[in-house]
Structures are given as structure tokens and as C-alpha cells.
């Protein structure tokens, strides 16, 4: 199929030469990775070098149908993202092939505390404050998931420090009320086999 073409100039970016993004991020690639645009290593040594901290990879399910790996980081502020942006934008044009999209940076904007990237094989969260960062935890709904993400699963602070002072979750205890009932079910039903 023929792809739409791909527009190099972006309204929302200024522009930024070519050789001065060579030069300061030697460690990324001219060329587009086998896997996306960028490799997971080109993306966090960017966000290292842009001096993000906090910067974290989380491997993505297999069954999700969107990027290889979500990266998170924390940027310093709102500016700070701005322009990682900018950088961002100018390395992808200089690496994509043509078949591929340009990312869309939302978030940038309504200057939001938060910016997400789609890079294709790669998912990528900028913060501007922890707080934030914090606030949407994004790393224990990716990491560990949502059945055992507190804040997806309603649970407040005191029922969660009660359980984890005992090193039990709610799924725990509901496990163990399930195998109780059962065993009080099936201790009831010889009962009544041995007194008939």
C-alpha cells in the first residue's frame, strides 16, 4: 500500500540542525534500529544525557498490542520536557524511514505536567515534577500489573497497611476465605454421612 507522505516540517517544534544533535548524542545511531526508530538503549541514554532522573524501562506484555517497552522518566519542569521534545523530534526525523509515522507528543501542547510519546516500539512518559509522577504510578500498573495495583483495585491506606503488617493482600485473605468455607463444606457434608 502506499503510505501517505510525511510532512519534515512541524508547527509545533522550532528547528534544530542536523550536525549540532550528531554531535551531542554521539551514542545515538543516524540509522533507524531493526526494532523501531529507536533502540531501548538510544532512548535512555538520551534522557540521561538530557539529565532526566528517575529514568525506568519496563518491558511491555506480549499481548499488548503498542510498544516493546514503556520508558519512564522525570524531567525538571515543564521547559525541560519542552525541549527534550524538540531533541526528540529532531533525532527521530533524522533516523525514521519513510513508512514511518512521527510521533505525537501529547501533552506538549496544554504544557502538561505529563508527556507521552508514542515512539512505536516504545512508549515513553515524561514528568515534569515527581508528584506527578507519583500521583499516576505508572510503574506498579506496568510493572506489576493491574490486579495487584493497589490504587486500581480501591483498596485505601489503612486496609493495605493491615494487610501488608501481616505480609498478606486482599486477594490473600480472599483466597484463604474461599479454602476455609470450602473445607467447613466438605467437613459438614461427611458429618452428616457418618451420622446417617
Known amino acids: ?8 516540517e512541524n508547527p509545533e517544534f ?22 523501531g526508530v529507536f533502540n531501548l538503549p538510544e532512548v535512555v541514554q538520551f534522557l540521561k544525557a538530557e539529565k532526566f532522573s528517575d529514568v525506568v524501562a519496563i518491558r511491555m506484555p506480549e499481548d499488548a498490542c503498542y510498544g516493546d517497552f514503556m520508558v519512564i522518566a522525570t524531567a525538571k519542569s ?19 524511514a ?11 501542547k496544554e504544557h502538561s505536567e505529563w508527556i507521552a510519546v508514542d515512539l512505536g516500539n516504545i512508549i515513553l512518559h515524561m514528568f515534569a515534577k515527581a508528584k506527578c509522577r507519583q500521583r499516576y ?8 500489573g ?15 497497611q493491615a ?15 474461599a479454602e476455609v468455607a470450602a473445607e467447613r463444606t466438605s467437613t459438614r457434608g461427611q458429618a452428616r454421612k457418618t451420622n446417617q
Open 146 to 160: 493491574p490486579e495487584f495495583d493497589e490504587k486500581t483495585q480501591g483498596l485505601d491506606a489503612s486496609e493495605t
Open 163 to 177: 494487610d501488608s503488617s501481616m505480609g498478606l493482600t486482599q486477594a490473600d485473605w480472599e483466597s484463604i476465605i
Open 1 to 8: 500500500l502506499p503510505t501517505e507522505p510525511q510532512f519534515e
Open 14 to 35: 522550532e528547528y534544530v540542525s542536523h550536525s549540532t544533535i550528531e554531535h551531542q548524542y554521539p551514542f545515538i545511531s543516524d540509522k533507524r534500529s531493526r526494532d
Open 98 to 108: 519513510s513508512s514511518d509515522p512521527f510521533p505525537s507528543f501529547e501533552g506538549l
Open 78 to 96: 515543564n521547559n525541560h520536557i519542552s525541549q527534550a521534545s524538540k531533541i526528540l523530534h529532531e533525532l527521530f526525523k533524522m533516523k525514521r
Open 137 to 144: 504510578d505508572l510503574e506498579s500498573l506496568w510493572g506489576i
